[in-house]
């Protein structure tokens, strides 16, 4: 690939120190242990954690591209101590102790990717200030202290989330139209582009065989095949994310939904000094389309929101930078900071992100026939994806630890329905909630059947 073709992919790629080379994709059949698909972040954790356990194992990972393509190397930057679907786990009575250790562990995984970044010297920008949750809205601020009341009844105190009063939430992010924040310490804003090729570095350094431009056609018990060769494994593991659909048999495993993003050109101090984010806090405020920023090393904000998803499930890598998508996110950006109403976005991307049809990320592995899995982390992969890739390194190898108990492992998530239904029910809720979103800000007001509605079907 031409470095300038990588470069455009999105800003993380851009910016990249190095130009990307590819590497040689598999050319003959042969044996490993351990056969990965998809050379993202699981991917990439999961050969990580299993060579630095048992570093004779022989393992492969197959990639149709070059480690950190997709939305590992796309996405907003936070490593974020949380993951989808973990409130649902925590509601339920019966597996509340299981689900609270569950989350311990995601809030160390935070730390965790840090460590493993200075360790093996992976300059990946990691910047642990925290998250700063602003309500915009009244019923944004009663959800977000709805939401607080619920960690304080688990025993989760200011440690966990704690609330900030207008004035001190407009020192850490000045948004002017904030009613107050949650502010949590369990989140570090990255380089995501350069934390996959740090990692894919460092597999093969340690001995992992990386394929690139080795797309595969088909996962079978203990045999994965590309167009040119095949591989016989004890074990195989599914780490696509995102590009799962395109994988015969997946086709409704996963969906993948794309998430938009813009970048400035870098701000000056007096700017930022407005502006502040002294700590490389990462921001979002409550709407239902999903907003997420950071403040990137050389002084730019990078922010995204969510997108669309296309009929039969299909998947988008490059984006006009005239698309009405990055104007919504533009849009969106401005509602938060208006002082950027001058600046120049330089930087215009999307890219897939895959969502499970119950909202929750699994790890499963199922030992009889040597298939294994990991994903759906619903654009919230940083962190999750290390702990994934842990617990799947304890499941191949037999370790009996307490990642391998928490409750997002075993099973897998249930099959969207076929289309059209999946299209116009995705694309239904979406502007169902986008719609809740035009009332709130419009009225103050929560729109009650669809907030409930979009409540009901979605666990953003």
Request: proline share 6%; with cysteine; glycine share 10%.
């Amino acid at each position: 690939m031409a470095d300038q073709d990588h470069r455009s992919l999105s800003f993380w790629h851009d910016t990249l120190p190095d130009p990307i080379e590819y590497r040689e994709p598999l050319a003959s059949d042969g044996q490993v242990d351990v056969a990965i698909v998809g050379a993202g972040y699981t991917g990439l954790w999961t050969a990580y954690y299993l060579k630095t356990l048992q570093p004779d194992l022989r393992i492969a990972l197959l990639e149709s591209e070059f480690a950190g393509f997709g939305a590992s190397g796309r996405n907003g930057g936070w490593c974020l101590g949380f993951t989808a679907g973990i409130d649902g786990l925590l509601e339920d009575s019966a597996i509340r102790p299981r689900a609270l250790a569950f989350q311990r562990s995601m809030f160390e995984t935070v730390d965790e990717v840090g460590s493993v970044a200075t360790a093996e010297g992976i300059d990946c920008h990691y910047k642990k200030g925290g998250f700063v949750n602003v309500a915009t809205t009244g019923p944004q601020a009663s959800a977000l202290k709805k939401g607080l009341a619920f960690y304080r009844e688990l025993g989760l105190g200011d440690d966990v989330h704690r609330w900030l009063e207008p004035e001190e939430a407009l020192r850490r992010a000045n948004v002017p139209s904030c009613r107050g924040a949650i502010y949590s310490p369990h989140c570090a804003a990255i380089h995501p582009a350069r934390l996959a090729r740090g990692l894919a570095d460092c597999v093969e350094q340690k001995g992992v065989a990386l394929y690139e431009r080795s797309p595969v056609t088909s996962i079978e018990p203990r045999r994965v095949s590309t167009n040119h060769a095949a591989l016989r494994a004890d074990v195989v593991v599914r780490a696509t994310e995102g590009y799962t659909p395109r994988i015969p048999g997946y086709g409704r495993a996963l969906i993948p939904l794309h998430s938009m993003m813009i970048a400035t050109e870098p701000l000056p101090e007096e700017m930022w000094k407005e502006i502040g984010l002294r700590e490389r806090e990462t921001f979002a405020d409550g709407r239902r389309s999903v907003t997420y920023g950071q403040r990137t090393i050389d002084g730019r904000i990078a922010f995204g929101a969510r997108g669309r998803y296309y009929f039969g499930s299909g998947i988008r890598d490059r984006f006009s930078p005239n698309d009405e998508l990055f104007d919504f996110v533009h849009r969106a950006l401005l509602s938060l900071l208006p002082m950027l109403r001058d600046v120049r976005i330089t930087h215009r991307w999307g890219g897939a992100l895959a969502v499970p049809r119950d909202w929750l990320p699994r790890v499963s592995f199922d030992r009889s026939s040597g298939l294994a899995f990991a994903g759906g982390y619903t654009g919230e992969g940083v962190a999750a994806t290390n702990l994934a890739g842990r617990t799947l390194a304890d499941l191949i190898l037999s370790r009996d630890t307490e990642l391998v108990r928490h409750p997002w492992v075993g099973g897998l998530s249930p099959k969207w329905e076929p289309e059209p239904l999946r299209w116009l029910g995705v694309s239904g809720v979406r502007e169902l909630g986008n719609s809740a979103d035009r009332f709130e800000f419009r009225s103050d007001r929560r729109p009650r059947l669809r907030g409930a509605v979009f409540d009901f079907f979605v666990r953003k």
